[in-house]
C-alpha cells in the first residue's frame, strides 16, 4: 500500500470521489422519487452506504492534505 501521495494525487482524488459521490446521490434521489421505493430497499441501502464510503474517503483525503 502507498503511504504517501503527492498533492496533485490527492487533489485527483478527491476530484473523482466528489463526482462519484454526486453521481451516487442523484441515484439515490431516483430510487426515493419511485413510485414504490420499497421495490428498491436493496439498491437504496447500497446508494447509502456508498455515499457514507465516499464521504469519508473525502474527509480523509482532505485530513491528509493538510
Do not use: C, G, W
Request: no cysteine; hydrophobic share 35%; aromatic share 6%.
Amino acid at each position: 500500500m502507498h503511504s504517501t501521495y503527492t498533492s496533485e494525487e490527492l487533489q485527483e482524488a478527491h476530484k473523482q470521489i466528489a463526482s462519484a459521490l454526486h453521481k451516487t446521490k442523484e441515484v439515490l434521489k431516483t430510487f426515493l422519487a419511485k413510485e414504490n421505493p420499497d421495490r428498491y430497499k436493496s439498491q437504496i441501502t447500497l446508494a447509502k452506504r456508498r455515499i457514507q464510503a465516499f464521504e469519508i474517503a473525502l474527509a480523509l483525503i482532505d485530513e491528509q492534505s493538510k
